[in-house]
């Protein structure tokens, strides 16, 4: 399995309003630093998983979405807690639907670190892809 990953950052504001989240239930800024991990079996026709700028440029593209906002006003998490799983969900879901169309690619992986020894990640198959092992 061959993979590429991308890297990006964003800041948002949310709260985490469960006795769980201890000092993050109230409002709180937040600066991820986001990879997008893309892998397929097999490459492309130029030998590549795919173009590295055109996966930067689809993770940002995602972020910019997200990019300081607070998540406790944004429509896509209404009546959701945005922890740290939440958030890669949500952008390897966004992620999906223009990777999809590649055809060639396995799975895609997200992970949100929110310090240097703290992260999460949602892994996410791409139904329908092509290609094996060589």
Not at 42 to 57: P, Q
Not at 63 to 75: A, C, F, V
């Amino acid at each position: 399995m061959f993979s590429l990953t991308v890297r990006d950052h964003v800041m948002i504001a949310h709260s985490l309003p469960r006795p769980a989240f201890g000092p993050a239930q109230g409002l709180h800024g937040a600066t991820f630093v986001v990879e997008l991990t893309v892998r397929a079996g097999a490459l492309d026709a130029n030998s590549t998983v795919m173009d590295i700028g055109e996966a930067s440029g689809l993770l940002s593209a995602v972020l910019d979405g997200l990019r300081y906002r607070n998540l406790d006003e944004h429509p896509d998490f209404a009546g959701r807690l945005t922890t740290t799983e939440v958030l890669a969900q949500h952008i390897a879901v966004g992620s999906a639907e223009h990777l999809r169309r590649l055809g060639h690619l396995a799975e895609i992986e997200v992970t949100l670190r929110e310090t240097p020894d703290a992260w999460a990640s949602y892994t996410l198959a791409l139904a329908g892809a092509t290609g094996s092992d060589r």
